[in-house]
Each structure stands twice: as structure tokens, then as C-alpha cells.
């Protein structure tokens, strides 16, 4: 999605994550109509179905790397206890094997940023959202990030959506979608 900034894009993000509620039309995932699913219920959809990638990258300060990637599998922990050795392999796909320790704070832009695409794929999700997810990150870096994207949408089969400002992005898209300001 492209857009002039306060067209919407992070709105709209969040409404098909279900982290935000629209005051009108549908929301449908998988063919499910999402929309009149009560909170209580809502956030299962949130943590199974879909991955979130932010701008500011969201990492938790004080948790290592590792630690960071296994968040959203921590209420699911004592039935599933593969998630390390997932969270281990999806770092090394992400090229920050070696650095599972390290604390976010001890890592560039790119390597966070890298950290919080592995977080959104620990639980294995059908739906990929990242709001300009090179926003904080120079050019080359910025590349490589949407390569992987296109990477986990090419062989992950996965639906990533994202919304940039970088009008390079464009041409590996699939589709881009125009918001008016
Ligand atoms: N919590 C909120 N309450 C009320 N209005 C909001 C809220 N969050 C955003 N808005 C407004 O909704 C509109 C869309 O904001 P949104 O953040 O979705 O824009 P955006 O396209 O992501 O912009 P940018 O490119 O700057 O990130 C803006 O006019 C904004 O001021
Ligand atoms: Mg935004």
C-alpha cells in the first residue's frame, strides 16, 4: 500500500490484523468474516494467523534475540516445545545465527529489524503485515529486508501486505494498492 502520509495505510494495517475495529464494512480472513468476533476470541486469531512487523521494530529491551522471537509463542510453551529450535532456524534464515544473545539494543536497525520478521513468523502465520518496515533503515539495508519479504511470499507462501513510502518497493510487489490523502 502507498499512500500520502495520514491517508490510512497503518489504519487500514491494523483493522486487517485485528488489532483495531472498523466502524464499518467487513473484515474477512480466510473467507471467515472476522468483524463481530469478540476480544475474547480475537486474539487468538491475532497470535495464530497473523505475523506483525512494525516500524520501530516493538522488541522487548530487556529479553535477548532469542527470547524476543519466542514472545508470541510463550502462552503455547508447555504444549509445544519445538518453538526454540524453530525460533533457532528462523534466525538463521534471517542471517542473525550467532547472535541469539545479544540484546536489541546491542544490534543495528537492520538487525532488529530482522529479529522482529523472525518474532512474526514464530507461530507460522497465513498473513504477513508490516507497516514500512525499512522506514527506519538506509537503502541497502532497507533492500534486504523486502527481499526476504518477497522471499516468504515467494516460497513461504505466505500474504505479505506492507505499507511504504519507498516507491522502489513498488516493482516487487505483486500488486500495489493507492490510498487517496
Ligand atoms: N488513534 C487514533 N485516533 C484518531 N485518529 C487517528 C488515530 N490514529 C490515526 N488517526 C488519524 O487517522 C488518519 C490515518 O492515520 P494513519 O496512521 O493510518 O496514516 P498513515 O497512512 O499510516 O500515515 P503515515 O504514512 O504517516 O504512517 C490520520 O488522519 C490520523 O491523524
Ligand atoms: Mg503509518
Same mark, same amino acid.
Given at each position: 500500500?502507498?499512500?500520502?502520509?495520514g491517508?490510512?495505510?497503518?489504519?487500514?494495517?491494523?483493522?486487517?490484523?485485528a488489532?483495531?475495529?472498523?466502524? =464499518? #464494512?467487513? %473484515?474477512?480472513?480466510?473467507?471467515?468474516?472476522? @468483524?463481530? %468476533?469478540?476480544? @475474547?476470541?480475537?486474539?487468538?486469531?491475532? !497470535?495464530?494467523?497473523?505475523?506483525?512487523i512494525?516500524? &520501530?521494530?516493538?522488541?522487548? *529491551?530487556? /529479553?535477548?534475540?532469542?527470547?524476543?522471537?519466542?514472545?508470541?509463542?510463550?502462552?503455547?510453551? &508447555?504444549?509445544?516445545?519445538?518453538?526454540?529450535?524453530? =525460533?533457532?532456524?528462523?534466525?538463521?534464515?534471517v542471517?542473525?545465527?550467532?547472535?541469539?544473545k545479544? !540484546?536489541?539494543?546491542?544490534?543495528?536497525?537492520? $538487525?532488529?529489524?530482522?529479529?522482529?520478521? &523472525?518474532? &512474526?513468523? %514464530?507461530?507460522?502465520p497465513?498473513?504477513i503485515? =508490516?507497516?514500512? *518496515?525499512t #522506514?527506519n533503515?538506509? /537503502?541497502?539495508?532497507? !533492500?534486504? %529486508?523486502?527481499?526476504?519479504?518477497?522471499?516468504?511470499?515467494?516460497?513461504?507462501?505466505?500474504t505479505?501486505?506492507? =505499507?511504504?513510502?519507498?516507491q522502489?518497493?513498488? $516493482?516487487?510487489?505483486? !500488486?500495489?494498492?493507492?490510498?487517496?490523502?
Open positions: 500500500m502507498v499512500g500520502p502520509s491517508c490510512g495505510k497503518t489504519t487500514l494495517l491494523n483493522l486487517m490484523g488489532l483495531d475495529k472498523p466502524t =464499518a #464494512g467487513k %473484515i474477512f480472513l480466510e473467507g471467515k468474516d472476522i @468483524t463481530g %468476533i469478540p476480544e @475474547t476470541s480475537l486474539y487468538k486469531i491475532r !497470535r495464530e494467523k497473523v505475523g506483525f512494525f516500524q &520501530a521494530y516493538h522488541l522487548i *529491551p530487556t /529479553l535477548n534475540v532469542m527470547q524476543n522471537v519466542l514472545v508470541p509463542a510463550l502462552p503455547l510453551k &508447555a504444549k509445544n516445545k519445538h518453538y526454540p529450535d524453530r =525460533a533457532k532456524e528462523l534466525l538463521k534464515m542471517g542473525l545465527d550467532g547472535k541469539e545479544r !540484546r536489541p539494543g546491542e544490534l543495528s536497525g537492520g $538487525e532488529q529489524q530482522r529479529v522482529a520478521i &523472525a518474532r &512474526a513468523l %514464530i507461530l507460522d497465513v498473513l503485515l =508490516a507497516d514500512e *518496515p #522506514g533503515l538506509d /537503502l541497502k539495508t532497507g !533492500r534486504k %529486508i523486502f527481499a526476504l519479504l518477497k522471499e516468504l511470499n515467494l516460497t513461504g507462501e505466505k505479505v501486505i506492507t =505499507a511504504t513510502h519507498d522502489k518497493i513498488k $516493482e516487487l510487489c505483486g !500488486r500495489v494498492i493507492f490510498l487517496k490523502g
